[in-house]
Structure formats: structure tokens, C-alpha cells
């Protein structure tokens, strides 16, 4: 993992994004910030059991599928498989070394946040 700042690079609104093998971060005092570092590591590890392309096709449609059924922008990312795996475990520092294979599937149910 390559952790890089850039700020320009981060769309409004969002903190960083994990683009394997690397983790972008729009604030400096992030990478040092063990939430938000592990809540891109875990992305990682999802685009490489999908090959990075497929999660990467895969997000955008379960993104647009979320937004129709919430019509709400904030509803359909906080919603996507991924990112509730991210969300819920990202304060769990050794999820990475007990995850199980393709875990994101286990979040791909409908649940409102």
C-alpha cells in the first residue's frame, strides 16, 4: 500500500479513496489516522479479490442501483456492499488478518442508514 495526499484528487465531500495499490488522502493528518487507514485497507482487499477492474465496475452499478432505490446520493454510497464492510469493521484493527474471502457479499442485503 502506497498512502499518498492529494488533495485535488478527492471529490468534494469525501476524505480519500483506496485505488489499488494505492490509498489517496485529501488531508495530511489522515495518514496517521488508524480508522481511516484501515477503512481503505479493506477496499484494497476487496478490488483484489474482485481484480481491481470488475469492484471498480461493480461499485458504479451498486451505487446507481442503491440511488434509485433510496434517491438519496449519501443513502446509496453509505449503502453499497463495500463501503458498509468498510464502515462497520473499520475501527476493528485486526478484521484484515480474520476476514474471510469475499466477505463484502455478506453486506450486500438492504439496509437503511
Same mark, same amino acid.
Given at each position: ?38 477503512? !481503505? $485497507? ?5 478490488? %483484489? ?6 469492484? #471498480?465496475?461493480? *461499485? ?27 464502515? !462497520? $469493521? ?5 478484521? %484484515? ?6 466477505? #463484502?457479499?455478506? *453486506? ?6
Amino acid at each position: 500500500m502506497f498512502l499518498i495526499v492529494a488533495k485535488y484528487l478527492i471529490p468534494k465531500g469525501y476524505r480519500g479513496m483506496a485505488v489499488f495499490p494505492f490509498v489517496i488522502a485529501k488531508y495530511d493528518y489522515d495518514k496517521t489516522n488508524k480508522v481511516f487507514v484501515n477503512h !481503505e $485497507k479493506i477496499h484494497l482487499r476487496q478490488q %483484489l479479490e474482485l481484480l481491481v477492474i470488475p469492484f #471498480f465496475i461493480w *461499485y458504479f452499478l451498486e451505487y446507481l442501483i442503491r440511488l434509485i432505490q433510496y434517491k438519496n446520493g449519501v443513502l446509496a454510497y453509505r449503502n453499497i456492499s463495500f463501503e458498509r464492510e468498510a464502515y !462497520e $469493521k473499520e475501527t476493528d484493527m485486526n478484521y %484484515l488478518k480474520k476476514r474471510s474471502f469475499f466477505q #463484502f457479499s455478506h *453486506y450486500i442485503k438492504i439496509n437503511k442508514y
